[in-house]
């Protein structure tokens, strides 16, 4: 209690509490200060990753919209009865149809096999583990056959139906024709469903 008794003491200690206020305050001052730094270079931080995604996302868009659609190969319904036509007078024929490994491809040959078999064709399918490159469609005669009625009826039935089909020779099997829709060119991404799938 000595301290409450002298005057010299109080004044002392009131120096060290004022000394106490003063540093108290720097320090407040301090935190303040450094509280706003950490605050401003979030906001900068928070502000260029903001701007990063919304480049990446920009950049992803422009990518995506450039993507064309693969082109889808249908049969029209006057195809299709073009194609039954001729081929219905030769049921029992053996025809191998080739799948490449592209899902366009795969649907496009499956409704020229759905024609065929509605005119009671046998047809078997023959699915290629090759990679996806662009080929030309084609329709083979077995080489070992000189002539076949119904390789030249679907011949020219193809013809009068506007498809782009090739003629040409096959060799083994028993089969008598064959058919091969080709692959038509796909954009990147296409390429890379394809080879997942």
Same mark, same amino acid.
């Given at each position: 209690?000595?301290?409450?008794? @002298?005057?010299?003491?109080?004044?002392?200690?009131?120096?060290? #509490?004022?000394?106490?206020?003063?540093?108290? $305050?720097?320090?407040?001052?301090?935190? $303040?200060?450094?509280?706003?730094?950490?605050?401003?270079?979030?906001?900068? #931080?928070?502000?260029?990753?903001?701007?990063?995604?919304?480049?990446?996302?920009?950049?992803?868009?422009?990518?995506?919209?450039?993507?064309?659609?693969?082109?889808?190969?249908?049969?029209?319904?006057?195809?299709?009865?073009?194609?039954?036509?001729?081929?219905?007078?030769?049921? $029992?024929?053996?025809? #191998?149809?080739?799948? @490449?490994?592209?899902?366009?491809?795969?649907?496009?040959?499956?409704?020229?096999?759905?024609?065929?078999?509605?005119?009671?064709?046998?047809?078997?399918?023959?699915?290629?583990?090759?990679?996806?490159?662009?080929?030309?469609?084609?329709?083979? #005669?077995?080489?070992?056959?000189? @002539?076949?009625?119904?390789?030249?009826?679907?011949?020219?039935?193809?013809?009068?139906?506007?498809?782009?089909?090739?003629?040409?020779?096959?060799? $083994?099997?028993?089969?008598?024709?064959?058919?091969?829709?080709?692959?038509?060119?796909?954009?990147?991404?296409? @390429?890379?469903?394809?080879?997942?799938?």
């Amino acid at each position: 209690m000595a301290l409450w008794n @002298s005057a010299e003491e109080l004044g002392k200690f009131n120096s060290y #509490l004022q000394m106490g206020l003063v540093i108290f $305050g720097i320090l407040t001052g301090l935190i $303040g200060a450094s509280s706003f730094i950490v605050s401003q270079r979030k906001d900068l #931080l928070t502000g260029q990753e903001e701007a990063s995604l919304k480049a990446k996302v920009a950049d992803i868009s422009s990518r995506t919209t450039n993507i064309n659609d693969l082109p889808q190969r249908h049969l029209t319904v006057q195809q299709e009865e073009i194609i039954f036509k001729a081929s219905k007078e030769f049921p $029992g024929t053996k025809l #191998l149809s080739i799948r @490449s490994n592209s899902k366009e491809s795969q649907q496009y040959a499956y409704e020229i096999e759905a024609v065929l078999k509605r005119a009671q064709w046998n047809v078997d399918q023959f699915l290629t583990s090759s990679g996806r490159n662009v080929a030309e469609p084609t329709i083979g #005669l077995r080489e070992d056959i000189n @002539s076949s009625p119904a390789f030249e009826a679907l011949k020219k039935s193809f013809e009068e139906a506007g498809l782009p089909f090739k003629a040409g020779t096959f060799t $083994g099997g028993n089969a008598e024709t064959s058919l091969d829709v080709g692959i038509v060119p796909a954009n990147a991404y296409q @390429s890379l469903i394809d080879k997942i799938n």
